[in-house]
């Protein structure tokens, strides 16, 4: 009986060592997490999955990749690159924390990438992959931005979007109202005075993340297919 009690006394050491312990223990597994993260976890050799006739590159991380792709600049944005390659892709198993993470300083950034990042949240993030698999890979109006590389900061104005998108900035792209008049006849017609009122917004039949419909069929018939 007495060895019993000193044996099980023993494992009981060992267990409230290992919790004490509990720091360790747990960058054991957030070590492991880590190694599956990032670029050449999925994508050995990264410099032969380049296109042709693009520059040497250094390594096989992506550290050299924003001088050239910046945000703003004569190449594609890394940005646009790294989401529109993966949430375009059929089966994507991943999400938001395969490429990011949070860093000590509570800022959101690409994995292998030492660059300042945005303060956000996990559950904020979280709510973001719909948009983006939506904007990937979808036949709403996102994936039509999209495909001519404008990425979710473009509208919002800000990686993380805290806001709807306002009809200015849409304008700033698409033009005016009297511009769109002389372009699209639902525009031009008998309608448009309900626009110089303001009673309709561009986002009264423009959903960019579902589907669009024509809010003058609510009362008129128009032969028109909204995007």
């Keep these: ?28 597994g957030l070590a492991m997490e880590d190694t599956q993260r990032g670029c050449p976890s999925c994508h050995a050799g990264l410099s032969e999955r380049l296109p042709q006739g693009h520059p040497p590159v250094e390594g096989e991380g992506v550290k050299s990749c924003p001088g050239c792709h910046a945000a703003k600049g004569s190449a594609t944005p890394l940005e646009w690159i790294a989401h529109f390659k993966h949430y375009s892709a059929a089966g994507f198993p991943g999400d938001c924390w ?28 979280g709510q973001l992959v719909p948009y983006y698999k939506s904007w990937g890979a979808s036949n709403h109006l996102d994936h039509r931005h999209a495909l001519k590389r404008i990425s979710c900061g473009d509208c919002h104005g800000a990686p993380i979007p805290k806001e709807a998108v306002s009809m200015e900035r849409c304008q700033g792209c698409h033009g005016s109202y009297n511009q769109l008049a002389q372009k699209t006849p639902v525009h031009a017609s008998g309608l448009y005075s309900h626009f110089s009122d303001q009673e309709v917004g561009c986002d009264s039949c423009h959903k960019v993340h579902g589907e669009s419909s024509l809010v003058c069929s609510q009362c008129h018939t128009f032969d028109q297919k909204v995007p």
């Excluded at 019993?4 to 006394?9: A, D, P, T």
Aim: include cysteine.
């Design 98 to 125: 395969s490429c990011h993470l949070i860093d000590p300083t509570g800022n959101f950034r690409p994995y292998d990438l030492e660059v300042p990042g945005v303060k956000v949240g996990k559950e904020e993030v």
């Design 1 to 28: 009986m007495r060895g019993r009690v000193i044996r099980v006394g023993s494992i009981i050491l060992v267990l409230f060592a290992i919790i004490m312990a509990g720091k360790d223990f747990g960058s054991i």
